[in-house]
């Protein structure tokens, strides 16, 4: 990837509060490292690529410590760990597998669509996925072989909190150009959201989920002292979190790159491998839904995680349950 080299840079610049996680698992990302997804049985799960690399040491600088030397500014930023952006790989059968095999083997763009404005788009038909457009006909897309029903946010008051402190946060993160009062990560913000303005949508969805995987993993308790916190773009950036903390900041960086909210799903599953719970963002782009994944550099369709059990999903309007459905 052309931008491979600018992100590692970038991603090492971030030196902030995020370096304090506790619970550790090593990547297995070309040659680098970072702390991931807290469920020790894998790292990276890019189904080729089944022996563990030689691990680069993370960054160790204090808080609020600049490492950034092409940054034309002195922002303080939070942690990152370089790790190698990695393609989708068409010949695997299925994610799952490729899991087992690791265990055993140990031009100026449109304005975003968030600052457009509250725009309503009329929901798609019994709050189903979007539609596949191909040749095989225009089907709506079963998430993870789900049928899905939409309600509400009554029972998500975190997400409600986010959505109530977003779009702030976002035009700050944008546009502030000062040492002095911008939050942490806004440099890295910035760069990787210009690197990525433009780029074929894929390309989009690589860059975004990679860059965002050098954060450092951190469970809830040891980054904000409670069981379970769904953070805002900011506090990911400064400290970090876990699964879900990941996709909603790849969410959010993704509606600033154009896509709409319908596009975009958080998805929390059940893994039956692991048998815990886990979280992801879905895209539906291209005809298929693609998943964004924090223990994975790599993009695989959602049809490659049959491990995975949908329970609930949601975006900005709406939440949808989910209920698993024959092939």
């Not at 002195?74 to 695997?92: K, W, Y």
């Not at 702030?168 to 959201?193: F, V």
Request: proline letters at 6%; a neutral charge.
């Amino acid at each position: 990837m052309q931008n491979q080299t600018s992100q590692v840079e970038l991603a090492s610049e971030d030196a902030g509060a995020a370096t304090g996680g506790t619970h550790q698992e090593t990547r297995q990302d070309s040659g680098s490292s970072r702390i991931a997804d807290p469920l020790k049985t894998q790292a990276n799960i890019r189904p080729d690529q089944e022996q563990a690399k030689d691990a680069t040491p993370a960054v160790s600088l204090k808080q609020g410590e600049i490492l950034d030397s092409q940054a034309s500014d002195s922002l303080e930023q939070a942690p990152g760990t370089p790790a190698a952006v990695q393609g989708r790989d068409s010949n695997v059968t299925t994610v799952a597998q490729a899991e087992r095999n690791q265990e055993s083997s140990t031009s100026k763009a449109p304005l975003p669509v968030w600052r457009q404005g509250a725009q309503t788009q009329a929901p798609t038909p019994s709050g189903q996925a979007p539609r596949a457009q191909s040749n095989t006909g225009d089907q709506p897309i079963r998430l993870f072989q789900s049928a899905a029903f939409r309600g509400n946010f009554n029972a998500l008051p975190k997400w409600k909190r986010i959505l109530s402190k977003v779009k702030g946060q976002l035009q700050t993160l944008g546009s502030c150009t000062s040492a002095k009062t911008c939050p942490p990560g806004a440099t890295s913000w910035q760069r990787i959201i210009k690197q990525a303005r433009g780029k074929e949508r894929m390309e989009q969805l690589k860059m975004i989920n990679s860059f965002f995987n050098k954060w450092p993993y951190r469970l809830d308790q040891d980054a904000y002292g409670v069981s379970d916190w769904w953070a805002t773009p900011q506090e990911f950036l400064k400290i970090s979190g876990d699964c879900e903390d990941y996709a909603i900041i790849k969410y959010f960086a993704l509606r600033e790159l154009g896509f709409s909210k319908d596009e975009l799903r958080i998805v929390v599953v059940k893994d039956r491998i692991r048998g815990i719970a886990h979280a992801v963002l879905a895209v539906f782009t291209d005809g298929d839904a693609y998943i964004l994944n924090n223990i994975s550099d790599a993009i695989f369709t959602h049809g490659k995680y049959r491990h995975y059990i949908p329970q609930y999903s949601l975006n900005e309007e709406h939440r949808w349950s989910h209920i698993p459905v024959a092939n």
